[in-house]
């Protein structure tokens, strides 16, 4: 069975502080795929990133930064120098290597305070 | 239109309506996906349509029922629904091609919230 835990429910942070997304997950797969999705107040998700298993390389897209511990089964998402535009509820999911089925975290909600 | 649009955005119904949600994607995808989300849930796959074909019912109630006429067109018909199943009800879609590109990200609609009375 696979499984995505996002510990932190919520998280409130004052914009241009930096915050981590925490995710872990748990597959007996040895090829996966992780994803970040956004989801903002209007309700539609949006993607943000994919990584596969054989792929450890951290990746930086603007202010956005992952960091994939293979090790740990960790996929952190971190945000840095926030702004009020990232409040969302991220989520976290996974995709093991057989079927379409892409298992989701409990998501986390970022609020950003002026 | 572009990406993944999804009729009504919001939905009132008693339990004993019919009612039909409505899922349309101008990607040129060729899967589409039903998800349930609930305030207390993680997001939960419903169901999964490939090149037209049902490949994945993820234990859901017969109350619910998908409709998928074309690649790019999902329906999910609701008859005589429970209070509990007010929710957030997502459509995505992926490219999916058989054997491979089970990688790739699926898009998502703004979804319809219904509320069941």
């Known amino acids: 069975a696979q499984k995505v835990t996002q510990a932190q429910t919520e998280i409130s942070v004052v914009e241009k502080e930096d915050v981590t997304l925490d995710c872990v997950y748990e597959t007996r797969d040895t090829t996966y795929y992780l994803f970040w999705y956004k989801q903002p107040p209007s309700g539609e998700l949006v993607f943000l990133i994919r990584?596969?298993?054989?792929?450890?390389q951290n990746e930086i897209s603007g202010r956005y930064s992952w960091n994939f511990q293979k090790s740990t089964s960790s996929f952190n998402f971190t945000i840095t120098a926030s702004q009020v535009v990232d409040s969302a509820v991220y989520f976290c999911a996974l995709r093991g290597n057989a079927g379409n089925m892409l298992t989701f975290g409990g998501g986390t909600r970022l609020m950003v305070k002026p | 239109e572009t990406g993944v649009t999804q009729t009504p955005r919001h939905l009132v119904m008693g339990m004993t309506n019919k009612k039909s949600l409505k899922c349309e994607q101008h990607l040129g995808h060729n899967a589409m996906y039903w998800y349930k989300q609930s305030a207390k849930k993680p997001l939960e796959l419903m169901f999964v349509y490939s090149l037209e074909e049902r490949v994945e019912n993820n234990s859901v109630p017969s109350r619910f029922s998908p409709e998928c006429p074309n690649s790019s067109h999902l329906f999910l018909h609701l008859h005589t629904l429970q209070p509990e199943d007010s929710a957030l009800y997502l459509c995505a879609s992926s490219q999916d091609s058989g054997a491979g590109a089970i990688y790739n990200e699926q898009f998502f609609g703004p979804g319809t919230r219904l509320t069941v009375l």
């Open positions: 990584r596969n298993s054989f792929d450890e």
